[in-house]
Every structure is written in structure tokens, then in C-alpha cells.
């Protein structure tokens, strides 16, 4: 054989060996967890514990071997919808929604089932459509936990001011409900006022300094969430945590920091980076042809000062 004969034998042999081996790899065409591309449609990422849960998701992704790609919603159902839309256009293999409102986000998530593209709810539900299951904190218990706990600081009674969430959200449905059939145990505590601050430290500001004009003998707050908890320590001022009780939800940074100081008298934590973890777990479950649970809760816990160092 000649030595050109011989040097073009070498190459086809090399070519047919690496082609082979790219078939035979775990990644492209083979289906393999590097295949696997996420959307996770985001309320909003202007809050702390939504930005836990987007980490959440991503170091579970990563671990997973699974590619995510994160939209913020920006507290816009319209945008999110579109999101969505466009995820399913993309044909992800699965997606996540943290819906900005658990009604509005229905259409969209009906279109992405009806495209064969299962979609998990995180933190809050989706109404009039199919999701494969909701991750989300146990609200309810969450609520009567806040309850309890305001009761008690409060004596058992006195007149207290609750402060609602985003009034279309599951989440501040299920605290609400919570909230309510906790006080059922303590008579002599009665709701003031109860109005909407829609999870926002500004408008927990501005709610609370309304209404302590109407109430200015106001005993304890309850707030569905600790952004509006901060507003409201903001507008009572040397009151809070001290003249007036204050509960919050969700066990963010910020928040453990003022129950060490004492500006907030409790929160009911969630884990949301659990959250973020537990959504991507499960959609990679369906992904792969796994059952999986409809309804998986992740529980919360009561932060006091006595015990704020442990969430720290």
C-alpha cells in the first residue's frame, strides 16, 4: 500500500471512531439530562424570597444536569402569560410558574398542557387548569401558626389589623383562611380593618399609616408576608414589635434580622429555596416519566427572638 493509500485509511478510521463516538454520547440527540431545558415563569424578582426560590431552583437544576431558564413576570399576569407562551412555543420539556395570579394564569397554562408540556406551580396554585403538582408551603397551618402566635403576645385579645397579599394569589387565600379560622379560638380579638398591600413593603407602609389613623388604639398586625410586615414596622415606628405586636410570613433575611431587634414580634418562615428545589425535582420526575405527588408541602416554622438564630 502506498504511503497515500495508507494516511487516507488512517483518517476514515479515525472519522468513523469519533462518529461513533458522538452517537453514543450522552448528550444532543441521546436524550440525556443535558437535554433537558426548564422554564420557570417568575412572579417577580424584586422580592427576597423569590430570588431564594429562583436560587433554589437553579442549584437543583444544575445538580440535575438540566438546563433553566428563569423570566421575571415583574408583578405582571399579561407578561407572564406571555412567558409562558413563549415556553411553550420553545418546546421545554417542562415548566415552572410562580403565578403573579393564580386565575389570569390559567389560559396560558391549559395551552402549554395542551401542547404536552407538563407544568409544576411553585408557592402559589394555578386555578382552572391542569398543573402535574403544586410545591408550595403549607399556607393554611401557616396562617393559624401566625394566629397562635399573635394571640398570644397579644394576651388573647385586643384589636389587630391584617394585611392582605396579592387578594388573587392561593397563597394569600390559603394565609387568609388560615389566619381566620385561628382566631376563632381567641373571641376577644377582633379585626379591625383587613386590607390588601399586595405582598409590597411600600404599600404595607402606606396601608398601615392609613389605618392607624382611623385605629390609633391598634394592638397587633398581622402581615401575610414580611415585606409588608417591614412596611408596617416602618409606619409604627418605636411602636412595632414592642406597643404593637407584628407577625409576618415568609422568614426572609431582613425579616429574622428585625425579630432579633424586636421591630417584628414573629414570622412563620418558609424554606423558599426548598421550594425552588422541590419544583425542579418534580418536574424533572414528570420529565422522566416519574409520578409524582399533586399537592407537595413544605413546612413553615414560628421565628421568635428566642429562636431566630437557628434561621439565621
Not at 408551603?137 to 389589623?161: C, F, R
Not at 416519574?290 to 434561621?311: L, M, S, Y
Request: net charge positive; aromatic share 2%.
Amino acid at each position: 500500500m502506498s504511503k497515500r493509500k495508507s494516511t487516507s485509511a488512517v483518517i476514515l478510521a479515525t472519522t468513523v471512531a469519533l462518529t461513533a463516538s458522538a452517537c453514543g454520547s450522552g448528550s444532543n440527540s441521546s436524550g440525556g439530562k443535558d437535554d433537558v431545558k426548564l422554564g420557570f415563569a417568575i412572579s417577580a424578582l424584586n422580592q427576597p424570597f423569590m430570588v431564594q426560590m429562583k436560587k433554589g431552583a437553579e442549584a437543583e437544576a444544575k445538580a440535575q444536569g438540566a438546563s433553566l431558564s428563569v423570566q421575571d413576570a415583574q408583578e405582571d399576569a399579561s407578561q407572564q402569560a406571555n412567558q409562558v407562551q413563549n415556553f411553550t412555543s420553545q418546546n421545554v420539556k417542562s415548566i415552572i410558574i410562580n403565578p403573579v395570579d393564580s386565575d389570569a394564569a390559567g389560559p396560558s397554562v391549559k395551552a402549554a398542557g395542551n401542547a404536552k408540556i407538563p407544568v409544576i406551580a411553585a408557592d402559589r396554585g394555578v386555578n382552572k387548569a391542569k398543573v402535574e403538582a403544586t410545591v408550595a408551603s403549607d399556607n393554611v397551618e401557616g396562617g393559624k401558626m401566625a394566629a397562635k402566635s399573635l394571640a398570644e403576645q397579644l394576651g388573647g385579645k385586643g384589636e389587630i389589623l391584617h394585611l392582605r397579599g396579592q387578594v388573587g394569589t392561593s397563597s394569600s387565600r390559603e394565609r387568609a383562611k388560615g389566619f381566620t379560622e385561628g382566631l376563632k379560638n381567641y373571641p376577644d380579638i377582633k379585626v379591625v380593618s383587613k386590607q390588601p398591600a399586595d405582598f409590597q413593603r411600600a404599600k404595607g407602609l402606606d396601608v398601615t399609616t392609613n389605618v392607624l389613623q382611623s385605629h390609633p388604639d391598634l394592638d397587633g398586625i398581622f402581615a401575610e408576608n414580611d415585606e409588608m410586615a417591614l412596611g408596617a414596622a416602618k409606619a409604627l415606628g418605636a411602636k412595632a414589635g414592642g406597643d404593637i405586636k407584628l407577625v409576618g410570613f415568609d422568614g426572609t433575611p431582613e425579616a429574622i434580622k428585625a425579630v432579633k431587634k424586636g421591630s417584628i414580634s414573629s414570622t412563620v418562615a418558609q424554606q423558599p429555596a426548598e421550594l425552588g428545589k422541590m419544583a425542579v425535582r418534580n418536574a424533572m420526575r414528570v420529565v422522566e416519566g416519574n409520578p409524582v405527588d399533586p399537592q407537595i408541602k413544605v413546612p413553615v416554622k414560628v421565628v421568635t427572638k428566642k429562636n431566630a438564630d437557628r434561621f439565621s
